[in-house]
Nanobody, 123 residues
Framework: QVQLAESGGGLVQAGGSLSLSCVSP????????CGWFRQSPGKEREFVAA????????LVADSLKGRFTISRDNAKNTVSLQMNSLQPDDTAVYYC????????????????WGQGTQVTVSA
């Protein structure tokens, strides 16, 4: 069982930045692909970014490229999401997820989820 805990959410003005972290205790986290998804009220959960465990391959949603960056530090069992130039449309609950196989951007590839962290961007 992989437990995930997100942190770093909060309130920020448009144009600002936030860095989210996802931490998992235990030695097996490093062999999991990790992804970030987000969900705003009335909308489906959508893919944000992901990073593979084996080669550190990264994938970012097309609409977020250039603003969002994902990285991982296996020594600290941490995956981070750097979000720049935030806009009100980025307001959502952001979830960290972990999975062993499957496409990085497919929600069904992830069997372990954190509780989420709220990101609110004011105009």
């Amino acid at each position: 069982q992989v437990q995930l805990a997100e942190s770093g959410g909060g309130l920020v003005q448009a144009g600002g930045s936030l860095s989210l972290s996802c931490v998992s205790p235990g030695p097996t986290f490093i062999i999991y692909n990790c992804g970030w998804f987000r969900q705003s009220p009335g909308k489906e959960r959508e893919f944000v970014a992901a990073i593979s465990w084996s080669r550190g391959e990264t994938l970012v949603a097309d609409s977020l490229k250039g603003r969002f960056t994902i990285s991982r530090d296996n020594a600290k069992n941490t995956v981070s999401l750097q979000m720049n130039s935030l806009q009100p449309d980025d307001t959502a609950v952001y979830y960290c997820a972990a999975g062993r196989t499957g496409s990085l951007d497919y929600i069904g590839s992830y069997g372990h989820w954190g509780q989420g962290t709220q990101v609110t961007v004011s105009a």
